[in-house]
């Protein structure tokens, strides 16, 4: 799986087992990488949230990271979506030297401050909690 990823995130998916694109993602990464805005649908498996997720991964990687400030920011409805997205990313995400958090409502907001705090590059968030955080400074 190449598609205009940096190699040290296709050498993270090969460590996982990623050898070759599904058809969602070999259509929308190289677009996602050049800036263009994408829109796919697919079902449960298709590999969506790494189409998005990777290059959204690969155009934070040349930035630097300040305490309290996300850089990108990946909006979902549940907080079942933001843990599933948060375990796909987390990985690739650590391979480019990236931090991953989520922040959802029903887990403890002091803790989820502290880790903001310390500095994320990639947000996952419900709609509540992240007008909540906002709320707070």
């Known amino acids: 799986m190449d598609l205009g990823l940096p190699a ?4 993270a998916l090969r460590n996982d087992g990623i050898e070759a694109p599904f058809p969602i993602q070999a259509a929308t990464v190289p677009d996602a990488l050049a800036g263009k805005d994408v829109l796919g649908r697919g079902p449960t498996g298709s590999g969506k ?9 690969a155009r934070l990687a ?11 920011l990946v909006l979902v409805p549940t907080r079942e979506l933001a843990a599933q997205i ?9 391979a480019m030297g990236l931090r991953v ?3 959802v409502g029903g887990a403890p ?4 401050a502290d ?6 590059d990639l947000l996952i968030a419900t709609p509540g909690r992240l007008s909540d955080l906002i709320a707070q400074g």
């Open 62 to 72: 040349s930035g630097s990271t300040k305490p309290g400030r996300p850089r990108g």
């Open 109 to 112: 907001i002091r803790r989820q």
């Open 115 to 120: 880790r903001l705090a310390r500095g994320v």
């Open 101 to 103: 958090a989520s922040v």
């Open 8 to 11: 040290v995130l296709v050498q």
């Open 49 to 57: 949230t790494l189409a998005f997720g990777l290059p959204m991964l």
């Open 86 to 94: 948060e375990r796909a990313l987390d990985g690739p995400a650590l």
